[in-house]
């Protein structure tokens, strides 16, 4: 039920909508460090992203979603990394609630998240 404002932008299947809000199904963002997908939900996105070998830029920001509980933002994430074709690991509530800190802050850019691959983003 919490994906219902996920599919508003991210497409019911996962798929996106091109070239403005990027695809979670096979995303290696989805399937990256975890951290990355619970604090873009605390504070939301802005700018320019890479998925996929396809660059996404949305007119607006991703709005935060720090209204949801932890429980919440672990079922959607959960829901997210095991639904489209991804096979990533759970998210607990308690992984949220660790990154509860982050809320309020202004919204991440991709270069504030750590990069998929486990590589330094390029300068």
Not at 61 to 74: L, R, S, Y
Request: proline share 12%.
């Amino acid at each position: 039920a919490q994906y219902v404002l996920c599919m508003a932008c991210h497409g019911a299947e996962g798929q996106g909508v091109e070239p403005i809000a990027p695809p979670l199904a096979g995303s290696e963002w989805v399937n990256g460090p975890v951290q990355n997908l619970i604090r873009i939900q605390l504070r939301g996105l802005t700018g320019p992203i890479e998925v996929k070998g396809k660059l996404y830029t949305p007119p607006a920001p991703m709005v935060a979603q720090a209204f949801q509980t932890d429980e919440q933002v672990a079922a959607v994430l959960t829901y997210v990394r095991y639904s489209f074709g991804n096979k990533a690991s759970p998210v607990t509530p308690d992984m949220v609630k660790s990154q509860r800190g982050e809320v309020g802050k202004p919204p991440l850019t991709v270069a504030d998240l750590i990069p998929p691959t486990g590589d330094k983003p390029a300068e």
